[in-house]
Nanobody, 122 residues
Framework: QVRLDESGGGSVQAGGTLKLSCIPSSYTFGRCGSSWYRQAPGKERELVSRISSDGTTTYSASVQDRFTISQDYAKNTVYLQMDRLKTEDTAVYYC????????????????WGQGTQVTVSS
């Protein structure tokens, strides 16, 4: 059964840095890319960043120039480097990866991790 496990969350003061990791079980990151989402209490889940198989990245405006998504194929791990954290970044962060169909077709549906809490204090 596919699992995505996030780690690296915690509490940090504004301006600090955290690096999140997403380590899968029974799943190999590759051509379908991967994403990081976050959800703060009372708010909808928000796409934070996405990376494609060729390394192309996308970021939400709120994290642009502060967060960096990357993939290490050798380690089969996806990372989210978060710099200059703000209190507004406080949320549960989720790793997401597309389900894969026959012949490597990337599905719209995603696998989701359980999330890791990031708390930024002022």
């Amino acid at each position: 059964q596919v699992r995505l496990d996030e780690s690296g969350g915690g509490s940090v003061q504004a301006g600090g840095t955290l690096k999140l990791s997403c380590i899968p079980s029974s799943y190999t990151f590759g051509r379908c890319g991967s994403s990081w989402y976050r959800q703060a209490p009372g708010k909808e889940r928000e796409l934070v960043s996405r990376i494609s198989s060729d390394g192309t990245t996308t970021y939400s405006a709120s994290v642009q120039d502060r967060f960096t998504i990357s993939q290490d194929y050798a380690k089969n791990t996806v990372y989210l480097q978060m710099d200059r954290l703000k209190t507004e970044d406080t949320a549960v962060y989720y790793c997401a990866a597309p389900m894969i169909r026959q012949w490597g077709v990337c599905d719209t549906a995603h696998y989701w991790g359980q999330g890791t809490q990031v708390t930024v204090s002022s």
